[in-house]
């Protein structure tokens, strides 16, 4: 069945450093969109990809969704102690046209050192 | 806007045991999932409804799982004669039509004894 894989799955930084994420699929995607999971927290939205070799910020966070639309990745500028958590990604299979069905990866715990 | 909630938050049951879980989307969203989150896992999509219309149901699912939105509003998840494995996070989310973005609830943790 569709997976989508995500790499690192934990990644420890001193604050100040950057971090990415990675996303792949093995089949072209609709969109993906990106949450935040705080510890003993829910999934938060953070964005959704679209366009093929699509860029978007948010303050220090930089999204892409690859030109074949099958990987995505998240960049975090200078991390700070708030950016603890876990981040997914989510693939939109758009089944039947009707989209909304996600495809979580396995998140990258994110730690940060003060 | 006062968000999705879910009820029970926590829910201890003996295995064998039939147990319900309720979710309150946010009120002007036609959509609402159900996930399925285990400790060091990304959510597990379970199944959807688009306003009372159950869309898919995820092939995951055993027969012991039931969801149900009857007036398109909130939802129920009925796991029968429940077993050890089901023990995990049951998450809500809910979305407009478009966009998709999902809005999720703090989810029931289900601990099976």
């Known amino acids: 069945g569709q997976q989508v894989m995500q790499i690192p799955q934990y990644q420890h930084v001193q604050e100040g450093e950057d971090f990415t994420t990675y996303c792949n699929s093995s089949?072209?995607?609709?969109?993906i969109q990106w949450y935040k999971q705080r510890p003993g927290g829910h999934p938060v939205f953070l964005i959704q990809?679209?366009?093929?070799?699509e860029v978007k910020k948010q303050k220090r966070l930089t999204f892409q969704f690859g030109e074949a639309k099958k990987n995505s990745s998240l960049h975090i500028t200078a991390t700070q102690t708030t950016d603890v958590g876990t981040y997914f990604c989510?693939?939109?299979?758009?089944?039947?046209?009707?989209?909304?069905?996600?495809?979580f990866g396995q998140g990258t715990e994110l730690s940060v050192k003060p | 806007d006062t968000g999705v909630s879910q009820n029970p938050r926590h829910k201890i049951t003996k295995r064998g045991q039939n147990v319900t879980f309720r979710c309150d989307p946010i009120?002007?969203?036609?959509?609402l999932y159900w996930y399925r989150q285990t400790l060091g896992q990304g959510p597990e999509f379970l199944t959807y409804?688009?306003?009372?219309?159950?869309?898919?149901k995820s092939r995951l699912l055993s027969d012991r799982f039931s969801a149900e939105r009857p007036k398109g509003s909130f939802s129920t998840l009925e796991i029968q004669r429940t077993e050890q494995g089901d023990s995990a996070m049951y998450l809500c989310?809910?979305?407009?039509?478009?966009?998709?973005?999902?809005?999720f609830g703090p989810g029931t943790r289900l601990t099976v004894t």
């Open positions: 989310a809910s979305s407009r039509d478009l966009p998709y973005e999902q809005y």
């Open positions: 089949t072209t995607l609709s969109n």
């Open positions: 990809l679209v366009k093929s070799g």
């Open positions: 989510a693939a939109d299979l758009m089944i039947y046209n009707q989209g909304g069905k996600l495809i």
């Open positions: 009120s002007e969203h036609n959509r």
């Open positions: 409804f688009q306003n009372e219309a159950q869309l898919e």
